[in-house]
């Protein structure tokens, strides 16, 4: 009987079972995708009023195939946090940059210019099923 026992905890032991591979979850593909909605940009200079226009947008979000986490925005490549958040300021400090992604919508904030004048633009949409 002793031998039988020890004879089942052997061949029991002795079986291998691979764990199933699970795909690796990869946070972009909450992102991934065009979304429409309203931009409204304001224009200011100097010496005139400010001026603002509303007008519609498309915008694609993409991975980046070469890096995994990178996005790219339009043509603008980014790294967005786990919530998916993006904010780039410019080493002159003339331009921002702002964006959020998540519950398929997107707000994007951009903001350029000098001392003469310059553009703030908003970017308010939800990914297209």
Known sequence: MKIG???IIILL???THDKPVLPTLDT????????????TST???RSQPSVTHTDTFSL?????????????V??????PDLNGYIKMNDVSGYRLWELQLGN?????????GGLGGGVYESYKGNRMK
């Open 5 to 7: 026992k020890w004879l």
């Open 13 to 15: 032991g002795s079986c």
């Open 28 to 39: 972009r593909d909450a992102w991934v995708g065009t979304y429409q909605g309203t931009k």
């Open 43 to 45: 224009f200011w200079t």
């Open 60 to 72: 694609v979000v993409r991975k980046d195939p070469d890096t995994l986490g990178y996005l790219y």
């Open 74 to 79: 339009w043509n603008q490549r980014v790294l």
């Open 104 to 112: 398929d919508s997107l707000i994007l904030y951009t903001a350029s």
